[in-house]
């Protein structure tokens, strides 16, 4: 007899992971029971009609300048590549509450503006799934929202959401939020596993076949029940997270994949009474603290292609415990492990019987080993007491001999220190010849070409 072919498939709700058996701990992320059953068989029909289309890959004429929608929030268009791609899916996850309803709706007014090339405005339609008219209404009033080219719909059916589509044609879609959608074709609960994915993929069909850019807006959880965007990363054509440091009022939004630009590029945004407002000006906003402090070292890191200026703070205290202490937040906490061997080696400090507090202000996070000189000199300034002067710059990699090794963006990263007004800047040697002429003869910019930490005491 032949054997059934299974169909029946379980996947893990925090990493997308696929096994034919239910597992208890996910091979790939860790999670302990986070696998799913799915079952294909359940989406019995099809919502939308997919005729292919064959051409030969020479034959397909794009443009990517007129396939982009330039919204004006040039943090959000700068991290898409350069404006949102038509037809592409969007993803954007975050935490509830983040404000990712709120970045929708200013989006959404920007590109309702905006017009297209027959002159005629964008049209836009949100659908909330979460909140009713009234609500969205409110929020509008308070972002001072007056653009009347918006459509809003509160609808929880897939079914009537397409309805609504077909008959208004809009330019984007914006679904607020994945969980909250629900399908009568799609057997599977509401928030299940199977839901989202199929509902997604039929979201994915109507945008690429009406050309119709949209985006999905997904919680993230934690833990709990409900599938998060995770799940759908491979499906879209852009991933974004919205983050929040929950101590200040500031958002990050970061590119997590993106088929049309760079991954590496974040927006800044702060989040006022009125909105959100962009961050036009990263290193002015990270570095509030101008003074001299002792464990406060200035320094430069790149994110994307953006220099961003911002500090490090190490606070060496004596320890209590048996193995001191180490705790290290936003900077990669082996290679912090790895700096204070370094330290230890080859200035001669111990600290050994100290417990060290490592920090990049304002909740920044970075795997740049550009930053290990600063950590270092945050690390040596504190166990000394001695301050680090807040109006010098320092860029570096350590090697494990103590090397200051070359960095990327060198240029880049002067001229941006130079540019907020920052006189001396201390460089690994290596890097000299990369420097370009033009900087090299600024009269009031002090570069410290440096080879070794061993000559830290020299640094101060
Ligand atoms: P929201 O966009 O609803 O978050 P999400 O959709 O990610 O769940 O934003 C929620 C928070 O933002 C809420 O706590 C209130 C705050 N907020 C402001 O501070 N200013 C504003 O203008 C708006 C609209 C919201
Ligand atoms: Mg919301």
Redesign the pocket.
Known sequence: MKKEKQEIFFVCKECGYESLKWLGKCPECGSWNSFKEFNPNLKKNKITDFTSEVKKLNEISYNDKENRIITGISEFDRIMGGGVVFGSVVLVG?E????????MLQIAEKIASTKNVAAENYKVLYVSAEESLQQIKL?SE??NIKNNNIFVISETSLENIVKVIEEIFPDVVIIDSIQTINSDFISNPQGSVAQIRGITAEVIKLAKTKNITVFI?GHITKEGDIAGPKLLEHMVDTVLY?ESDTTQNYRILRVYKNRFGSTSEIGIFQ?????LKEVANPSEFFIQHSENLVGTVTTCIVEGTRPILTQIQALLTKSYFPQPRRVVSGIDYNRAMLLISVLEKYTGVSLVYEDVYLNIVSGLKTKETTIDLAVVLALYSSHKNIIVDSKCVYLGEIGLNGEIRAISFINERINEIYKLGYKKVFIPYENKKNINSNILEQKNLDLIFIKTIKEIDKIF
């Open positions: 975050g509830p509450g983040v404000g990712k309803s709120t970045l929020r308070r972002l807006l919205f989040m006022n009474y009125n909105g």
